[in-house]
């Protein structure tokens, strides 16, 4: 799919296991049914903003709609890269990569989450290398930000293995309450000194004026 008037469905990031691409619908509606299986335990909650609080049918539903929002939001000064994890073939988690007035402040942001079935395979630092490979190398990125619950050992090990440093603590609200959050922080050169998956991006040149780069 290489629609002339979205190029982002052109884009791919390869690493030795993954594939990453915006989902076509039916990409978009197999990633649905992942969420829908499962993708933290039930006693658990990683995300500040509660998304997986509902039924199965819900949090497909949640995934579906938000992942094409990305699309019809999007602009260059503020945008969502929503991007579907393959691994084999098949279709595993979500990898976001974000930025706002990114040609000004050369900052990116991530996010993601894998199917239930599929963690513990290091799947998530794999994907996550992906998303910094196309901000630092493929846009030009200067630095990449990070944040995790600090009880969320697996998140704040994915950071640690790729190089991200603390930067601070802050507080956010869930469920009326509140949680504790360790903000990450990513410069170039730390990138560069901890990279150590192959990544390959192909389709970039395209729609590279749509980020801002």
């Avoid at 030009?140 to 440093?165: C, E, Q």
Wanted: aromatic content about 6%; proline content about 5%; charged content about 20%.
């Amino acid at each position: 799919m290489h629609p002339r008037h979205w190029p982002l469905y052109g884009l791919r990031i390869r690493t030795p296991r993954l594939e990453l691409r915006l989902p076509d619908l039916e990409l978009l509606d197999a990633l649905a049914s992942v969420a829908a299986d499962g993708v933290h335990a039930p006693d658990a909650m990683p995300f500040t903003v509660p998304w997986t609080d509902c039924p199965p049918d819900g949090r497909g539903r949640a995934v579906f709609q938000h992942v094409l929002s990305t699309v019809a939001d999007w602009s260059s000064r503020n945008w969502s890269l929503s991007l579907v994890v393959l691994y084999g073939g098949r279709v595993v988690g979500r990898q976001d990569l974000m930025a706002k007035d990114f040609a000004v402040t050369g900052e990116v942001s991530t996010g993601s989450w894998l199917g239930l079935a599929h963690q513990g395979r290091g799947i998530g630092t794999e994907m996550r290398a992906a998303a910094l490979h196309l901000a630092f190398a493929g846009l030009g990125a200067g630095t990449a930000v990070s944040s995790a619950m600090t009880d969320n050992s697996r998140s704040l090990g994915v950071s640690r293995r790729l190089g991200y440093l603390p930067d601070g603590l802050t507080v956010a609200p869930l469920r009326g309450g509140r949680v504790t959050l360790q903000r990450l922080r990513l410069e170039r050169a730390r990138w560069e000194e901890h990279r150590s998956v192959d990544v390959t991006v192909e389709g970039l040149d395209g729609c590279r004026a749509m980020f801002g780069a």
